[in-house]
């Protein structure tokens, strides 16, 4: 809104903008002058009072003139020229009001100031009889929060009351009377309160006349509806009643309902038509309430013909009810044609309502006989309810077709048809009582809403993009009563909605809320909501009752009003469609028109021809604006008229019978007019370059071509789709599209119309004009974008189908009918044209629009100096809307060349290639384009369309879609003199053309065709992007979809997605008809990469399912295969088959599953290593395989603990084998089945008892046995004990030929045929290629990765790089490097890691947690260990070898006194862990702590009896208080501690203390358990002797040296106090797996110490 913002040229013409011109209302003769005193500032909005005005100028001040008697300064009272208001200076002000005597003014920022007459609270201060000056009034909603005050957008004054409308558009009252529409009773409001009834509601405007409300509120979204109610809201009578005869139902909604405000006394005079009860029509927007319809035709429609007696077709009489409430709500009564099968009935009702007229005002006091429903008899039923009876005709079918087909038979056949039934009615007047013809209701009146309620409520959830509703007429009568014979009749009012729902034959163009458009223009789809005193008619609800809250002008539905005022005590709306609808007194003629009665909504009748665009309501008259054929606009005037002198009096002489015209041509271009008492006032601008006159072509171009395209929708288009039998459906389809389309570009010229009038009374700058700053919705109704097919593309489709000739017999009658109708339409003149010309003119209208927009923008631009940013921006859109119109005459053209092609080859072939969006771009029947070795005598003839290519030879012919065509010259050496080559999926062939110029032309025709099916658009250049170069040639790779119909292995398989030269190449999804699919990534036509396949098992009802890698067309690489028999396959695949490492889970349950295999595969079978977990029979099987059998050697343990290791042959044991039971029995020997023993072998004893000899039978079912039974010596036993456990592993398989398959993948997928053999940097390249392919696969599911996944992903793409001499700082960057790559499975070294940890858990988990397995579990680790390093030293080279040391780069710490020796610590003797190169010291600490669990369990299981008499020593030991332990201990005196530090505080030590002495190497020791690998686990132990001698330091208070004769007792005590539950566990765990060279150092005597401690305290034998 900022005036500084305008450029220069503007500027200089800004002078003449807004200029006040004043006259008295009342003589027209007087030209308007200028204001008296005031001087050149532009003034955006004036409001006038009775005696008073303010003005509103564009730099936000706000000067008032007139009388003003609430001034404080005499001297300002009556001032001679405006005055400022100073109170307002600084706050910029955006819009005005004034009521009779007050004003209100808003700010930018949304607040509200209000001064002058205040004696009925109206400026919202109480007690005060005047407001001097502009006042600031708080309004703050309650509800939400009383802090944050309420931003407005919009005054309203009247009277003694004042309407706010809020940003959140609701309504805010303050002031006296019902006009305010609260619900209170204390006046006056000076708070200001909400309008409850309209809270939820959008409020467009306010309107306020001296005691009357107006508001616009936008409609609601049709889902919104709310169901019509089934009973009265206030006495709970049905309001739809149904009568039962013995042949017929009567269905009435004509309730009354009794509770009903009583009529006023004076209901002669004011023609009072019935009792109505406001609360009930208030409740919803379905309120319940009767009008009489204005028409827009002066044609008077039978009105009810049911309030006496009417005898049915049975002789029964109709029951009749008082119809003083009918639910009438007529809505969307639009521009209805009169049709020509109307005629008689019209010139009927015309004689009738001649008739009745006449007798008007005789009858106004004769109550009419009707059958009372209460006890009393309403009198004057003056004008009853005028509505049609296609809701409840359409209610009827519908029910009938839900309670029984016989009856919808005879409605269909028209034995009695439901039009035939409302003729009956219609045609007996006489009988009733009724007045006729005191309201004149046009046809399009007719629309019963509750036929538009239930239609709608048949379409909720269908939303439709189109903008208006369409729909055939169900019929032409009126009437409310309906009697169908042989009817049932227990049918209840929600059964007949629900029915009605079913039968619609309708085009759905039902408003939608389109988004944008609606949120950037005005919005057509409105109603009108007035409340307050209606003693004039000034409500328009048909009676003179006033009304407390807002009710919803019902016949206003559907008219698009855009815009209302207020008179004093009349109302105007003005609708998009340049109409003015006016009613409430009429003493002067102030509604322009002399129509009868004004208590409802009529047409003013203006101008003859001439839209108006501006309204504005004075006191007891009004003014139009309207728009001339010179785009100048005319002011025409309407209602109390001064008597001049000498002038000879009209008849009527206190106004004016028609509107006049007033002379002010003179004065420019009025652009706001307002109106006072006694005085008008026009704000005008001059025409300065002709800006302003363009300005006003647009709008008033604009607003003529709407009102064209309402005719053409409304009197051609609705009743065309209104006929039976349009023709074939696939035409009635096209006819729907393109009418869907037309109405929703027709909505949207009506909304740039109306926002175009409001853009002309505002400050008028040429940037924020809609179709610059918004061109896009404009340009997108035209073409809008690929999703929805255009207005243009619909109607150049059903042209090139054919178009209006395509239409039945009926049709084309109607149009040749209306042939006159449709040449004024299409102002065409020519009396030859054929009607199809015609009709094409009309719907290509709106392409020819787009012209008229960019020669005004054109003309704009020529106001602005060339260097300026306007004069670009109006250029720019002057050539884009003139491009699109070139374009889309060119669209048209290429409908009307396919029209003629198809017209030309009539035939088979051609019909079946004929579609509405197929164009013809160019065809070889000229034989210019010819097959490359075809046969002589063959026929080759190709035709190009814009989505195909078509090659027909005799009989036959073959579609090649454009999308997937790929076109290239041949080159010219080769001899193919002009050839081109065509590929597609599944051919390739050479056409050969006669001429140099054709080929060029077919390959340029051919690639702009290609080019153009894949853009999915026209070649239209976008708006925004300049021209857009056209492309010379289709890309290479594109997106397709496909059918192949020939290829064996893809027949009739659908492919959908990337694809180069002709082949599949990308991501894609490939579906066969047979159910299967795959969905990932292509090359070179076949599935590689990685995807998804399924195939459907047809036994089973249920898919089979792979995802994972491709390559060639078969499975390869890792994937997942679930079986629909329920397997899952985890693991790697060649060639389709499971081949590498795998895991096969099979069972109902994965979780539960009955068995499991983990290991090596080749081509589809199980061979090498591999551990099978049969749960069924609770044994787990871990050896070597071969076709699928157990094969070589293995090793069984069970769950009841037995241990077999040995020979295994076609998956039984063979052979020889060992066999130990839980209780240390052994067998050594032959087997020839699974637990059978046959065959040589010796069984020892637990005890050291053994047999030699022969064995044969089952284990645990008794054996015999020929052989000798050894009893050994004791003294042997002990030798010959371990002997048999040192044997145990010999059969099992080597833990180096373990997961070997595992190991090579690895190797594989860093580039390396075999272990070590291999280029390191292309590993590296390997290893970066999985990162970021694996990356880019996880980005489209981003939840899999977490945040520290993808940090750790980013850190592994820096390769640790070394150059020089290894150090310490290298070998701990490639621990950091090893521990981040084993953090993410997406490494291959973290791969193999998760793979590892798989196996192993999965072997030694479950039934393998068997104390005998503990040393193969420890060896697999060892074995993994050298693995992993041989694959780190291959990605290191510059690492060292195995057991070397890295030299120090840093000096060493200040020396340290060695703990036991006391001498210096020399490298040599105690290297430190860490600078040795060990594979445990790098892998370990990776490896360990995953495979901790299984590994402890296992050490703990096999060192369970020990640890249970360790344990119980501890336990008995602890009982001790500390010093007496340390006594039993041995431990020497000098080290006991005398006082402890407990918190800070020194206690003594007593001999009853305990748990205290070395307490903190007691907690230090207790940490072992938390750590992992054994070099944690010494650092520990190492900590807990530093401890200890802390403690013993401080005690001792000197230097000393530990002897291990002094040592081992402390350290005993600190063990014992530590209780280590598991401590035989760790002991074990540290000894099979720390570093060798640490044995001899400081922590391997450490560690020695710890395990003697361990022994000797199972030794312990208290006394």
């Keep these: 809104m900022d005036s500084k913002k305008k450029s220069s040229t503007e500027a200089e013409g800004s002078k003449e903008r807004g200029l006040v011109h004043v006259w008295q209302a009342g003589s027209f003769s007087i030209t308007p002058e200028r204001l008296p005193g005031w001087g050149g500032k532009t003034v955006l909005q004036a409001a006038l009072g009775v005696k008073h005005g303010i003005l509103l100028t564009e730099d936000g001040e706000v000067y008032s003139f007139g009388t003003l008697p609430w001034r404080s300064e005499p001297a300002e009272i009556c001032p001679s020229s405006p005055i400022l208001e100073n109170a307002l200076v600084g706050q910029y002000v955006v819009t005005v009001a004034t009521g009779s005597f007050h004003n209100g003014a808003v700010t930018e920022s949304g607040v509200v100031y209000m001064w002058g007459e205040n004696s009925a609270g109206q400026c919202a201060v109480a007690n005060q009889q005047y407001v001097p000056e502009p006042n600031p009034v708080s309004i703050s909603d309650s509800d939400t929060s009383s802090l944050l005050a309420v931003r407005i957008l919009q005054l309203a004054c009247g009277e003694e009351h004042t309407l706010a409308l809020s940003i959140s558009r609701e309504i805010w009252a303050w002031g006296t009377g019902c006009q305010l529409g609260l619900i209170t009773m204390t006046f006056p409001v000076t708070r200001p309160q909400k309008v409850e009834h309209l809270a939820g509601r959008v409020v467009l405007q306010v309107a306020c006349g001296a005691f009357h409300s107006l508001a616009l509120v936008q409609c609601l979204p049709s889902q919104d509806l709310k169901p019509v109610p089934e009973r009265c809201n206030q006495c709970s009578q049905l309001l739809i009643t149904m009568t039962d005869k013995e042949d017929h139902v009567i269905i009435s909604d004509s309730h009354c309902c009794p509770l009903g405000v009583t009529l006023s006394e004076s209901q002669a005079e004011n023609q009072a038509s019935a009792a109505i009860s406001p609360s009930t029509e208030t409740l919803d927007s379905q309120g319940e309430v009767f009008e009489n319809t204005p028409g827009e035709t002066d044609v008077p429609v039978a009105p009810e013909a049911n309030v006496g007696n009417v005898k049915s077709a ?261 609708t998009a469609k340049s109409q003015v609808y006016s009613w409430g007194s009429n003493t002067f003629g102030q509604l322009g028109h002399s129509d009868f009665p004004t208590t409802v909504p009529r047409l003013a009748k203006v101008s003859g021809e001439n839209g108006v665009w501006s309204v504005a309501a004075g006191q007891d008259y009004s003014l139009f604006l309207v728009d001339t054929e010179d785009f100048q606009p005319a002011l025409y005037y309407s209602g109390r008229q001064d008597p001049a002198e000498g002038d000879n009096l009209p008849e009527n002489p206190s106004g004016t019978k028609t509107p006049v015209l007033l002379s002010c041509s003179k004065l420019g271009y009025i652009s706001r007019v307002t109106a006072g008492k006694d005085s008008s006032l026009a704000l005008v601008d001059k025409n300065i370059m002709g800006y302003i006159a363009s300005l006003h072509e647009l709008a008033t171009t604009e607003r003529r071509f709407y009102s064209k395209l309402s005719d053409i929708k409304s009197q051609i288009l609705r009743p065309l789709l209104s006929l039976e039998n349009l023709g074939t459906v696939t035409t009635v389809q096209l006819l729907q599209e393109v009418a869907s389309r037309f109405s929703k570009l027709c909505y949207l010229i009506g909304q740039h119309g109306a926002s175009l009038s409001s853009f002309l009374q505002g400050i008028k700058e040429a940037g924020s004009l809609v179709i610059l700053k918004h061109a896009s919705l404009f340009l997108d109704s035209y073409t809008e974008q690929v999703s929805s097919p255009v207005y243009c593309t619909s109607i150049t489709n059903f042209l090139v189908m054919g178009g209006f000739q395509l239409l039945a017999k009926p049709a084309i009658d109607f149009l040749n009918k209306n042939q006159e109708l449709l040449q004024d339409l299409s102002e065409v003149n020519d009396e030859n044209i054929e009607l199809m010309e015609i009709l094409n003119t009309l719907f290509f209208l709106p392409i020819r629009r787009l012209h008229n927009y960019a020669k005004v923008l054109l003309k704009l631009a020529t106001c602005f100096e060339v260097t300026s940013p306007e004069y670009q921006k109006l250029q720019d859109s002057s050539s884009c809307y003139e491009s699109l119109a070139l374009h889309l005459g060119r669209k048209r053209k290429e409908a009307e060349y396919t029209l003629g092609f198809w017209k030309t080859f009539p035939g088979k072939m051609t019909d079946s290639l004929r579609k509405p969006e197929r164009r013809l771009l160019c065809e070889s029947s000229n034989r210019a384009l010819s097959l490359q070795h075809a046969g002589r005598f063959s026929v080759n003839w190709f035709i190009l369309f814009n989505d195909a290519l078509v090659h027909a030879q005799f009989s036959t012919h073959h579609v090649f879609p454009l999308a997937t065509l790929w076109v290239e010259p041949l080159s010219e050496e080769a001899g193919n003199v002009n050839g081109l080559k065509i590929t597609t999926p599944e051919e390739q062939f050479t056409l050969i053309s006669s001429t140099p110029q054709e080929k060029t032309k077919w390959l340029r025709a051919i690639s702009q065709a290609v080019d153009q099916a894949l853009r999915g658009t026209s070649d239209l250049p976008l708006h925004g992007s300049g021209s857009g170069a056209q492309r010379q040639e289709p890309p290479f790779s594109r997106s397709a979809k496909y059918t192949f119909y020939k290829d064996p292995r893809l027949k009739g398989a659908t492919y959908d997605g990337r694809w180069l030269s002709g082949k599949p190449h990308g991501r894609g999804v490939l579906k066969w008809p047979d159910g299967k699919m795959y969905s990932g990534m292509f090359r070179n036509g076949l599935e590689d990469g990685y995807g998804e396949y399924r195939i459907p098992n047809k036994a089973l009802n249920k898919q089979d399912q792979y995802v994972g890698h491709w390559k060639e067309g078969k499975m390869c690489g890792q994937g997942i295969y679930s079986y629909a028999s329920g397997e899952v396959f985890e693991g790697c695949f060649q060639d389709n088959m499971r081949h590498g490492h795998g895991l096969l889970r099979s069972g109902k349950l994965t979780s539960s599953s009955p068995s499991m295999f983990i290991g090596q595969w080749v081509m589809d079978k199980k061979a090498g290593y591999g551990v099978f977990d049969d749960i069924t029979r609770g044994e787990k099987y871990m050896g070597m395989w071969q076709d699928d059998v157990c094969q070589g050697n293995g090793v069984v343990v069970t769950q009841f603990g037995l241990y077999y290791e040995g020979n295994f042959h076609l998956n039984k044991m063979m052979g020889n084998g060992v066999l130990l039971s839980e209780d240390d029995t052994i067998y050594e020997g032959e087997f020839s089945d699974d637990w059978t023993l046959n065959g040589k072998g010796t069984l020892t004893m637990s005890n050291g008892d053994y047999i030699e000899g022969y064995f044969n039978g089952e284990w645990g079912s008794g054996i015999k046995i020929t052989g000798t039974y050894f009893k050994p010596s004791l003294y042997d036993s002990d030798k010959d004990k371990p002997k048999i456990f040192r044997k145990l592993g010999n059969l099992a398989v080597a833990a180096d030929e373990k997961w070997k398959a595992v190991f090579d993948e690895c190797w594989h997928q860093l580039g390396c045929e075999s272990p070590g053999q291999g280029e390191v940097w292309k590993a590296w390249d390997n290893i970066a290629v999985a990162l970021t392919t694996n990356r880019r696969q996880h980005k489209d599911s981003p939840e899999i990765l977490s945040r520290s996944q993808t940090q750790t992903l980013e850190s592994l793409e820096f390769i640790p790089q070394h150059v020089g001499a290894f150090s310490v700082e290298k070998y701990d960057d490639i621990k950091k490097y090893l521990i981040k790559a084993c953090d993410t499975p997406l490494h291959p070294l973290g791969r193999l890691v998760e793979t590892l940890v798989a196996v192993y858990r999965m072997t030694y988990v479950g039934v393998g947690a068997n104390r005998r397995l503990l040393q193969e579990a420890v060896k697999e680790i060892k074995s993994y260990l050298k693995r992993i390093f041989q694959l780190v030293k291959f990605l290191f080279p510059e690492l060292p070898e195995e057991g070397s040391t890295i030299p120090l780069s840093t000096p060493l710490p200040t020396e340290r006194k060695s703990f036991c020796t006391g001498k210096s610590d020399s490298r040599s003797e105690s290297p430190e862990p860490g600078y040795v190169v060990t594979s445990s010291g790098l892998v370990l600490p990776v490896l360990l702590p995953r495979l901790y669990p299984p590994l402890f369990m296992l050490y703990a299981l096999d060192n369970d009896r020990e640890e249970d008499i360790y344990w119980e020593c501890v336990l008995r030991l602890n009982k001790q208080p500390d010093i007496a332990l340390l006594g039993f201990l041995g431990v020497q005196k000098k080290f006991w501690p005398v006082t402890l530090s407990i918190l800070g505080e020194s206690k003594k030590v007593l001999p009853t203390t305990k748990d205290a002495c070395f307490s903190s190497a007691v907690e230090c020791l207790q940490q072992i358990s938390t750590t992992f690998t054994p070099s944690d686990k010494l650092k520990v132990i190492q900590q807990a002797f530093e401890e200890i001698s802390q403690s013993v330091l401080a005690s001792l208070q000197e230097d000393f040296l530990w002897s291990m004769d002094d040592l081992f007792p402390v ?53």
């Design 1611 to 1663: 350290f005993l005590y600190v063990v014992l106090r530590a209780r280590i539950r598991n401590l035989g566990s760790e002991v074990h765990l540290i000894e099979d797996l720390m570093d060798p060279y640490l044995q001899h150092g400081e922590q391997g005597i450490m560690f020695t110490t710890l395990k003697a401690c361990y022994y000797q305290i199972q030794r312990e034998k208290l006394n």
């Design 314 to 574: 049975s002789g029964d009489p109709v029951s009749s009810e008082h119809n003083i409430m009918g639910t009438t709500e007529i809505s969307s009564a639009r521009n209805m044609p009169t049709y020509p099968d109307t005629q008689a009935v019209k010139e009927y009702l015309q004689k009738l309502s001649d008739h009745s007229g006449g007798e008007d005002t005789e009858n106004a006091e004769k109550p009419v006989p009707s059958q009372p429903l209460v006890e009393e008899v309403v009198p004057n039923l003056h004008s009853p309810p005028t509505t049609s009876t296609s809701a409840l005709n359409s209610l009827v079918v519908s029910c009938a077709s839900a309670v029984g087909v016989r009856v919808a038979a005879t409605y269909e056949a028209g034995a009695m048809s439901l039009k035939k039934v409302m003729n009956f009615y219609n045609t007996a007047p006489c009988e009733t009582g009724a007045q006729a013809g005191s309201s004149s209701i046009g046809p399009e009146g007719l629309k019963d809403s509750r036929e538009e309620q239930v239609k709608q409520e048949s379409m909720q959830g269908k939303k439709s993009s189109s903008l208006v509703d369409i729909r055939e007429e169900e019929s032409e009568g009126g009437s409310r009563r309906l009697s169908l014979p042989g009817l049932l009749s227990q049918v209840s009012p929600r059964l007949l909605r629900k029915a009605a729902r079913v039968k619609t034959r309708t085009v759905v163009l039902t408003p939608t809320y389109s988004g944008e458009a609606d949120a950037l223009l005005p919005s057509l789809r409105t109603e009108v909501w007035t409340w307050g005193k209606g003693k004039e008619g000034q409500l328009g609800h048909g009676d003179v009752l006033p009304r407390l809250q807002p009710l919803c002008v019902k016949c206003l539905d559907g008219k698009e009003v855009i815009h209302l005022e207020a008179g004093g005590y009349h109302s105007l709306a003005l």
